[in-house]
């Protein structure tokens, strides 16, 4: 009986921590969604400003998959399978390469402190979508 509780148990908590770990970091082996992940964040930080009725600045439309692709004034601000070349994720950092830190906040707002950034883990989900090739998923 003790073996058989042994044995059990070897298969069991293996299979338990494969589940929490799986499930607990976007990104790594799991596959990003555009829809389901992606497209959720970018509503909610950047289309207040990137929609083609709303302010669209640098002519950068977000309202779907098509016109992120397309990108603005700079061209594409995807590198599918590299995030890291993306002016997409470079715009989310403290420094990007052009203009302003998104998405954008006011001077006052930032030196009062009550800018508002995207999480890392939003930010990560960005980036690991583009990793896994910036798929219409
Ligand atoms: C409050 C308005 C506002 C919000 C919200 C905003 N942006 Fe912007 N964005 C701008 C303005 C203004 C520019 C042009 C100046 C610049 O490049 O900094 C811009 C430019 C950009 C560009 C460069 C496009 C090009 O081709 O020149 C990218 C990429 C970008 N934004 C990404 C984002 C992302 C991603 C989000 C959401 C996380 C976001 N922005 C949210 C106002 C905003």
Redesign the pocket.
């Known amino acids: 009986m003790r073996r058989i509780m042994v044995a059990v148990s070897f298969l069991v908590v293996p299979g338990l921590l494969f589940l929490l770990n799986g499930s607990s970091r976007a990104g790594d082996k799991n596959t990003v969604s555009f829809k389901a992940d992606v497209f959720p964040v970018?509503e909610k930080?950047?289309l207040?400003?990137?929609a083609e009725e709303n302010?669209n600045?640098?002519e950068?439309s977000?309202d779907n998959y098509d016109l992120i692709m397309e990108?603005?004034?700079?061209?594409s601000?995807i590198v599918k399978g590299d995030a890291k070349k993306s002016?997409?994720i470079m715009?989310?950092g403290p420094e990007p390469p052009?203009?302003?830190r998104?998405?954008?906040n006011s001077k006052k707002k930032i030196k009062e402190g009550k800018a508002v950034w995207?999480d890392e883990a939003e930010v990560e989900i960005l980036s690991a979508w583009i990793d896994q090739g910036a798929k219409k998923n």
């Open positions: 970018i930080y950047c207040p400003c990137h302010f600045p640098s950068l977000m990108g603005g004034q700079r061209g601000p002016l997409l715009k989310l052009e203009g302003d998104m998405p954008l995207m």
